[in-house]
């Protein structure tokens, strides 16, 4: 078993990725994966290291991650955009041997990890050039055991601050098969995919990549997001499928219309995920393209998709679906027991798809997983008499920005380190354009007036972008309870 294979028996000729104009088919994208497998085989890399791959939607990624996977390796997709700090606390934190980066990707090398393939190895002379080891010696495929690792996967999830999930090939490979299993869903060879969503993403790793893939249907990887230029690209190659976070389809329906009819008249299937769809999101596509829009559930320890609306026809509002063919859910209460009919419980989901736990992480994945199976998500949800289910609040504090999970502990903490900053506390806070926006609220040390242009600024340095606050308000004082612990919900 090996996540790789899943490109090896498609037709030769057939097209597998489009991508800034250029056209790669299947048997050009296995010569060139070969390739990587021999130049990381080259490099002392094998079974069980764990490579980075770092680049934006393109070639590059695929060609590195089906590498990596392909040489025995585990993969380990980071933000590209994600400052030098941050991004070397994950290598360090995963133990990386390799990394393969995109063009554009530029990182200090006292990051960067002994093994470099770098698309642009221009001043770079401990790199090889990545187009030079996709035309080398080709590697073998190596097979790897079911719960062999496949990938790590940076989450802010179930169980706090940001650590790796482990996601095995067996995880992956059936999150796959209940995707394609699912009534309504099945993504055929003849089927277009815009990968929009960041393959970096769970989301976007399985549902635009690895799905299409396993079906030998055709991708267009878009590197960065910009609502006219994803239309025109919709229009241009004729696309079928389209998964978006709800801000991506918010922005798609907001896009001026210029003299085209409908950019999107060949989509067949339109999914959102990552965070809850407003239901006037869902009005404003269905009104601008004429498509319905459906919703999903996931989450990164699942692999990520657990649900799908797609089933009953007709999207619900508010309705995340029904379970994939192979996935369990229940819903518990307070006291552990299953919730009464009707009445909501913490979400629960059992399958092949759960992964196995945190990296080197025994407690946070005792606290997320039972010792039957179960991983307990930290969402709540009602079940209705047709099955279907509706979130109705988060358990944890998380904040989603654009589909991404942001933890207000590892925010607080970064902003703690700013001189004018005596205490904070990190909330999200509705927006329009990302569904939810970071809102840092501040008590200023004596005699400062901290700004928020100075505190975003100070974030971005040591965090994400998505993670910096957007919002600032100044306060004398924060609620905390009698212990001293954050009182987070009653800060607004």
Not at 257 to 286: E, H, K, M, T, Y
Not at 293 to 314: F, H, I, K, N, R
Not at 424 to 447: I, L, N
């Amino acid at each position: 078993m090996n996540l790789a294979a899943v490109v090896e028996r498609h037709a030769a000729a057939a097209t597998a990725l489009l991508a800034a104009g250029q056209a790669i088919s299947y048997g050009d994208l296995r010569r060139r994966v070969a390739g990587v497998r021999g130049a990381l085989g080259d490099a002392g890399v094998g079974p069980g290291d764990r490579v980075a791959v770092i680049a934006e939607n393109g070639p590059a990624f695929v060609v590195g991650l089906l590498g990596i996977l392909g040489v025995g390796g585990a993969a380990v997709p980071l933000n590209p955009q994600a400052p030098p700090a941050e991004l070397g606390r994950e290598l360090e934190a995963v133990g990386a041997s390799g990394v393969i980066l995109g063009p554009d990707v530029a990182l200090p090398p006292e990051v960067l990890p002994p093994t470099v393939l770098a698309a642009d190895p221009t001043g770079r002379p401990e790199a090889v050039a990545l187009a030079a080891a996709e035309d080398g010696d080709p590697g073998p495929l190596v097979e790897r055991e079911p719960d062999d690792v496949a990938v790590l996967m940076f989450t802010s999830g179930t169980a706090g601050l940001p650590r790796a999930a482990v996601l095995t090939h067996r995880n992956l490979l059936a999150n796959v098969a209940q995707v394609q299993a699912h009534p309504g869903r099945l993504v055929s060879a003849s089927d277009v995919t815009l990968a929009a969503l960041p393959l970096f993403h769970v989301f976007g790793l399985t549902v635009t990549l690895c799905v299409p893939l396993a079906a030998g249907g055709s991708i267009v990887l878009v590197p960065r997001f910009d609502p006219s230029g994803a239309l025109e690209l919709c229009e241009r190659h004729r696309v079928t499928i389209l998964a978006g976070a709800p801000a991506m389809f918010a922005a798609l329906a907001a896009a001026p219309a210029g003299d085209r009819g409908n950019p999107l008249a060949s989509i067949r299937l339109a999914v959102s995920g990552a965070a809850p769809l407003p239901d006037q999101v869902a009005a404003d596509v269905r009104t601008r393209f004429g498509l319905p829009l459906y919703q999903g559930y996931g989450l990164t320890e699942a692999s990520p998709v657990v649900t799908s609306s797609v089933v009953d026809g007709v999207p619900q509002p508010g309705s995340v679906g029904v379970p994939l063919p192979g996935v369990e859910v229940r819903l518990v209460d307070e006291e552990g027991e299953d919730a009464l009919a009707g009445d909501p419980g913490e979400l629960w989901v059992r399958g092949a798809n759960v992964f196995p736990g945190y990296w080197q992480d025994p407690d946070a994945t005792a606290r997320v997983l039972t010792p039957d199976g179960w991983l307990r998500t930290g969402d709540l949800a009602v079940i209705g008499d047709d099955g279907n289910l509706q979130l109705v609040d988060r358990a944890k504090d998380l904040i989603i920005v654009n589909g991404f999970n942001v933890v207000p502990a590892e925010v607080e903490a970064v902003l703690l380190q700013h001189p004018q900053v005596r205490d904070v506390a990190v909330v999200g806070e509705p927006s329009p354009r990302t569904g939810e926006a970071v809102k840092a609220v501040v008590v200023p040390a004596a005699g400062t007036h901290p700004t928020l242009s100075e505190l975003t600024a100070f974030a971005a340095d040591r965090l994400a972008r998505y993670k910096c606050p957007t919002v600032l308000l100044v306060v004398d004082d924060i609620p905390r309870g009698a212990a001293g612990k954050l009182l987070r919900r009653s800060v607004r």
